[in-house]
Structures are given as C-alpha cells and as structure tokens.
C-alpha cells in the first residue's frame, strides 16, 4: 500500500514470491490506508465493508494458491 491514487486510495495487489522472483496481481479494488492492518494483512474492522472484503482477499488468494500448487505438482 504505498502508492495512492489522487483521492488517497491505494490498489490492493497480491505479491507473489517464487525462487526469489517477485510479481504482483492487482485485484483492481482499492482501499484507503488507514483500513488496512499492516501486521495482519487483512482489512480493519473501521472500513464498512471489512467482512466482505477480507473473504474476496482470502479467496483470490486461495484461488492463486491452487493454480500455483496444480502446475507445480503437474
């Protein structure tokens, strides 16, 4: 969350991190800082939406994981 847009939003992006090589995924939604719980990784109970937004978090990532674990195990 380091860059923000003109109305101080910053993308929510996934990071993946293989054999030392880096790539990020944006989930094209984005979130103001101050919601975002830097220890945690996960949307702080202060935005609206926390719930909701934590639960597609949780599923794109497990989604990625599957896509990474099936082609590494193909």
Not at 44 to 59: D, G, I, P, V
């Amino acid at each position: 969350m380091n860059k923000t847009n003109s109305i101080g939003r910053a993308p929510l992006v996934l990071q993946l991190i293989y054999k030392r090589r880096s790539t990020e995924i944006s989930l094209k939604k984005y979130l103001e800082p101050s919601h975002w719980d830097f220890k945690k990784c996960v949307v702080k109970k202060s935005y609206h939406n926390h719930n909701t937004l934590n639960l597609y978090l949780r599923s794109k990532t497990r989604r990625i994981e599957q896509i990474i674990d099936r082609r590494l195990y193909e």
